[in-house]
């Protein structure tokens, strides 16, 4: 079994930073690559970021700029840094472990609540 799990999350007031962490392990062949996604209330699940095993990154146009994600190989852990939040980015954080293209694994999620 593969077990993902998110940690970090928290009230932030916007403006301000907030970095979470997510850790794999169990049953794991494989590293393809590692993402956290977003899903706010009464929206769909969507993309924030993505790094592959060869640390190549990716992030949605609204998080760039202010988002880093990065990754610990020897413990197949990733890390997603948040500068300058904004409310819009109150959602639950979600993380994938990708053993292939085609093959992940999600976290429970972790609440990131961006208030005054």
């Known amino acids: 079994q593969v077990q993902v799990v998110e940690s970090g999350g928290g009230l932030v007031q916007p403006g301000g930073s907030l970095r979470v962490s997510c850790t794999a392990s169990?049953?794991?062949?494989?590293?393809?690559?590692m993402g956290w996604y977003r899903q706010a209330p009464g929206k769909e699940r969507e993309l924030v970021a993505t790094?592959?095993?060869?640390?190549?990154?990716n992030y949605a146009e609204s998080v760039k700029g202010r988002f880093t994600i990065s990754r610990d190989k020897g413990k197949n852990t990733v890390f997603l840094q948040m500068n300058s939040l904004k409310p819009e980015d109150t959602a639950v954080y979600y993380c994938?472990?990708?053993?292939?293209?085609?093959?992940?694994?999600w976290g429970q999620g972790t609440q990131v609540t961006v208030s005054s």
């Open positions: 994938k472990l990708f053993m292939s293209s085609m093959t992940g694994y």
């Open positions: 790094i592959t095993a060869g640390s190549s990154t």
């Open positions: 169990g049953s794991i062949f494989k590293v393809y690559g």
